[in-house]
């Protein structure tokens, strides 16, 4: 898992590049780095040209629903509009299960709160309350 703090005022979309390369976790021992994935789901924020072109060359399906606007501007261009892009609405339906994972890591008061004034501490909180979900995971006993 990676965690990456922005500024709260900021659009996530433009940290979509850093955010991209980082995949899966690094294999230890020599083994080969894991493999790319095959697909993104997002929300709406995250339909623009620039970003589903970033996602078709490194050959990732991109799940994402259109927004209204870009719909009616495609509309209203006609023919010259072009296609609109594919979106498996099947697989949309799995993007809720990210949206829980937020919301439970937001059940903690500190990161619900952001009183935090640096982002690395705000960070440490985000990784610990990370630790404290996966702990029950992890042990073998009840």
């Not at 390369?21 to 690094?26: E, K, N, S, V």
């Not at 929300?43 to 870009?70: C, W």
């Not at 509009?81 to 809720?96: C, I, L, M, S």
């Amino acid at each position: 898992m990676v965690v990456l703090v922005s500024a709260g005022q900021a659009n996530d979309a433009r940290f979509f590049d850093i955010r991209l390369p980082h995949g899966g976790p690094p294999r230890g021992g020599g083994a080969p780095p894991p493999p790319p994935p095959r697909g993104a789901r997002a929300d709406k924020a995250y339909s623009s040209r620039a970003i589903r072109g970033r996602l078709r060359r490194r050959n990732i399906t991109a799940v994402i629903p259109e927004p209204s606007d870009q719909i009616a501007h495609r509309r209203r261009r006609g023919s010259y509009g072009g296609r609109p892009p594919a979106f498996d609405a099947e697989d949309y339906k799995g993007r809720n299960v990210i949206e829980r994972g937020f919301n439970n890591l937001k059940q903690w008061r500190g990161l619900a709160t952001r009183y935090d004034k640096l982002a690395v501490v705000y960070r440490g909180a985000a990784v610990l309350r990370a630790i404290t979900i996966w702990l029950p995971y992890l042990s073998d006993t009840p």
